[in-house]
Each structure stands twice: as C-alpha cells, then as structure tokens.
C-alpha cells in the first residue's frame, strides 16, 4: 500500500540520502575523467608511466618478489591483474586515486607473485606489507571505475 511505501522511504531516508550523494560524486569523478582531451588524458598516462613504477618497486621489495612487465591501460572493470608470467597490468586511472588506495592495489597484484589465487595465503601476505589492508580494500571498492 502507499502508506507502508511511504514508511519504508521514511525509515530508509538516510541510507537514500547517502546513496544519492554517492552517486553524484562518482558520476561528477566520471564528467571531470570524461572532459579531458586526449592530449591532456595522455600526459597524465605519462605521468602514471613514472610513478606507478617506482611503487610498484618498492613494494616488490618489500614482499621479496620478482615481476615481468608493467602495462598501463584503459581498463573497464579491472584496476589491475597479475598473470602467472608474473606481468603486471594496471589500469592508468590508478593514478587517479588517493596514494593509500593505489598503493593497496599495487600490493594486491604483487601479492599474486606469491599466491595466484585469493586465499587465506594470499591475504596473509598483503597483510604483512599493509596491515589496514581491509580498510583500503573497502574504500577502493566504493570508487566506480
């Protein structure tokens, strides 16, 4: 019935509300990645060129692990992926994020050079590099690609 309609969104309100501010944000990220001109798109690949690299460095260090090439794309749905050859590939608006998030997902793909899977293992050795690892990981999983 309309009344118990109009309960529910009462009840609701502030989860509603919340959401909707989220939505705006990721669609207003979206507009300003969207307006870039190609040229200006590409120097900011080029940037990400420079330091997604040295991250990826020093994190492989820390883990005590090896890696092939490093690929930067536009990707969809991915922020990044390990194969079993053991290259890396990221997706170039990595750049984008906060230093904390980029980093979580460096360490992720890295942490695949040890265990190419998403096991107990595997977190346990994420874990060892960033302790607040799940924090990251919640944060990483609120931002739309």
Same mark, same amino acid.
């Given at each position: 019935?309309?009344?118990?309609?109009q309960?529910?969104?009462?009840?609701?309100?502030?989860w509603?509300?919340?959401?909707?501010e989220k939505?705006?944000? %990721?669609?207003a990220?979206k507009?300003n990645?969207q307006?870039?001109?190609?040229?200006?798109?590409q120097? =900011?690949?080029?940037k990400?060129?420079?330091?997604?690299p %040295?991250? /990826?460095?020093?994190?492989?260090?820390?883990?005590?692990?090896?890696y092939?090439?490093?690929?930067l794309?536009q990707?969809k749905?991915r922020?990044?992926?390990?194969?079993?050859?053991?290259?890396?590939?990221?997706?170039?608006?990595?750049?984008f =994020?906060p230093?904390?998030?980029?980093?979580y997902v460096?360490v992720?793909? =890295?942490?695949?050079?040890?265990?190419?899977n998403?096991?107990?293992?595997?977190?346990?050795? /994420?874990?060892k590099v960033l302790?607040?690892?799940?924090v990251?990981?919640?944060? =990483?999983k609120?931002i /739309?690609?």
């Amino acid at each position: 019935s309309e009344a118990k309609i109009q309960k529910f969104v009462e009840e609701k309100q502030e989860w509603i509300l919340k959401n909707l501010e989220k939505i705006q944000k %990721r669609d207003a990220q979206k507009e300003n990645v969207q307006k870039l001109s190609a040229l200006e798109r590409q120097h =900011l690949q080029n940037k990400a060129c420079v330091v997604i690299p %040295r991250r /990826v460095a020093y994190y492989a260090e820390k883990l005590g692990v090896s890696y092939g090439k490093i690929t930067l794309r536009q990707q969809k749905t991915r922020w990044g992926s390990c194969s079993s050859k053991g290259n890396l590939n990221f997706n170039y608006r990595l750049f984008f =994020l906060p230093e904390e998030l980029r980093d979580y997902v460096i360490v992720h793909e =890295l942490a695949h050079r040890r265990q190419m899977n998403h096991s107990k293992l595997f977190w346990a050795e /994420v874990e060892k590099v960033l302790p607040d690892y799940k924090v990251r990981r919640q944060a =990483l999983k609120r931002i /739309v690609i």
